[in-house]
């Protein structure tokens, strides 16, 4: 109840242009999960919600939320190349993989970063900056999703730690991780002296 709407315009074919790479938008964080449970679900989003049940003293259930599949937006097909994609963001190569620095040792995250201007009178502010990583894991059959975003920030570095702690925090809480195995093979290496 009372959470603020997003807004988006498409009057004009430059506004259905920008809004496919995030500019002339907005969308609240709440409504940013519901989107990406479409990933989760095979295309089907879910209502999200924040409690998942209210007990008063006396033990008695005043409120209990229970999954509520809201519809289809993509095909499973194309959420798994989505997850796929994502996948290399934070698993690719740190050269052109945007979101490598979110990556955590033991956990099957995938995700996507992001970067927005902000909008002013009449344009941007100079300098000023909406910075987001959305990600999910286990990428697999994802469960729990992360959405961080902050405002004016200089750099994106905290919220990289911020995500990394808990994804960490979480994954370990709910038994998510996984240890990898060393190869313990022996390797001669020839003498190179002289």
Excluded at 12 to 32: D, H
Excluded at 98 to 123: P, Q, R, S
Aim: one cysteine or more.
């Amino acid at each position: 109840p009372n959470e603020a709407n997003g807004s988006i315009n498409f009057k004009y074919n430059t506004e259905v242009a920008s809004a496919s790479y995030g500019q002339g938008m907005s969308v609240t964080a709440v409504q940013m999960l519901q989107a990406l449970s479409s990933l989760g679900n095979g295309g089907i989003t879910v209502k999200p919600f924040i409690v998942s049940k209210i007990v008063d003293n006396d033990g008695n259930i005043i409120v209990e939320n229970k999954r509520e599949e809201l519809n289809r937006v993509c095909s499973e097909e194309t959420a798994n190349k989505l997850i796929t994609l994502m996948r290399g963001v934070v698993n690719g190569d740190s050269k052109i993989s945007t979101g490598t620095a979110y990556k955590v040792n033991g956990v099957d995250l995938i995700g996507k970063t992001g970067t927005a201007e902000i909008a002013g009178d009449g344009g941007y502010l100079k300098n000023s900056y909406v910075r987001s990583f959305a990600g999910l894991f286990p990428g697999k059959d994802p469960e729990i999703i992360v959405y961080a975003a902050s405002s004016k920030s200089k750099s994106s570095s905290y919220l990289k730690t911020a995500v990394k702690d808990l994804v960490k925090n979480v994954s370990t809480y709910l038994n998510m991780t996984t240890t990898s195995t060393s190869d313990t093979s022996d390797y001669n290496v020839d003498s190179y002296i002289n």
